[in-house]
């Protein structure tokens, strides 16, 4: 504190100086018209600027809080759509009725790890088993398809990316409302994936959306996967060559859905009976 008071008593005439200074100028403000008036004029505008830059730095470090708000909002809102329930026509003696069975629960996710440049890509979230995540469940995020689990540990997960040579999705091409061939990706353009076996006699066109298959026991029907970039058609081969521009940028995902199938467990124990598995052999 003695040193405090020392550096002061030896700087007392820049201290005096600086004092008259600003009691000079606030004399010269508050007693002449044209002063004050430039005075206000300057420090109003100045203040709305520094108001403004205030604002804009305080909306953009709530920008995150306002991104998961919305994020949460489109999954309470994706939880109401109807390809979310399961149609089930009940008959009653001579009445007949409908009713919806919630077939899917959605679970946001922070993405904690992303690779994009190998021909096997996985994405780590962090979410687990605790928060009832298992094997074989969808992920997407709001511009698309991102993968399926594959490992699950307590707290987090492991994604097999789209952009993984091993990842092959059954896809619908909403337009013909047709489900066919399947999307892979060869591990090169993050960006694109190739929709294989379409019969070059089919009617499909530049522009098209391929989106998710309602036969999928992982995801949603039609969650975007990409639209169609280039129809390549060779006199020699069967099927078209399609190149598919991805829908979502992987470059930069960070907040995802994991999909609980509420009917997977059923329909899977059905599909695996003996009788099903010996007919197939």
């Known amino acids: 504190m003695n040193a405090i008071f020392r550096y002061l008593k030896s700087k007392i005439h820049v201290l005096l100086f600086i004092f008259l200074e600003i009691f000079c100028i606030s004399a010269i403000v508050r007693y002449n018209i044209y002063q004050s008036a430039f005075y206000f004029n300057n420090t109003k505008a100045f ?5 403004e830059a205030n604002i804009a730095m305080f909306d953009y470090f709530s920008l995150f809080k306002k991104n998961e708000a919305l994020f949460n909002e489109n999954i309470q809102l994706r939880r109401q759509l109807k390809d979310n329930f399961l149609i089930q026509p009940k008959q009653e003696f001579t ?18 790890t992303n690779s994009i440049n190998n021909a096997n890509n996985f994405i780590t979230l962090n979410r687990g088993s605790s928060s009832g995540i298992s094997k074989g469940m969808g992920v997407f995020c709001p511009s698309g398809v991102i993968g399926t689990v594959m490992e699950v540990s307590n707290n987090y997960c492991i994604v097999l990316s789209v952009l993984n040579i091993k990842n092959q999705i059954v896809p619908k091409i909403k337009e013909m409302n047709n489900t066919k061939g399947f999307i892979e990706w060869l591990g090169k353009d993050p960006n694109f994936v190739t929709l294989n076996k379409i019969n070059k006699y089919e009617d499909i066109k530049v522009g098209y959306h391929v ?8 995801l949603p029907e039609n969650i ?7 129809i390549e058609k060779s006199t020699k ?3 078209y060559k399609i190149n598919v521009r991805l829908a979502v ?4 995902i960070s907040d995802v859905c994991i999909v609980k199938n509420l009917f997977k467990k059923e329909l899977e124990e059905l599909q695996n009976t003996p009788q099903i598995l010996n007919f197939n052999k």
């Not at 077939?103 to 993405?111: F, G, I, T």
């Not at 989106?211 to 992982?218: D, E, G, L, W």
């Not at 975007?224 to 280039?230: D, K, L, N, S």
């Not at 940028?249 to 930069?252: A, K, N, R, T, V």
């Open 47 to 51: 203040s709305a600027k520094m108001h």
């Open 95 to 112: 009445i007949n009725d409908t009713v919806y069975k919630q077939r899917y629960e959605y679970v946001s996710a922070k993405v904690i």
């Open 211 to 218: 989106v998710t298959s309602p036969y999928s026991n992982s």
């Open 224 to 230: 975007p996967i990409g639209t169609v970039q280039t």
């Open 237 to 239: 081969e069967s099927f």
């Open 249 to 252: 940028d992987f470059g930069s």
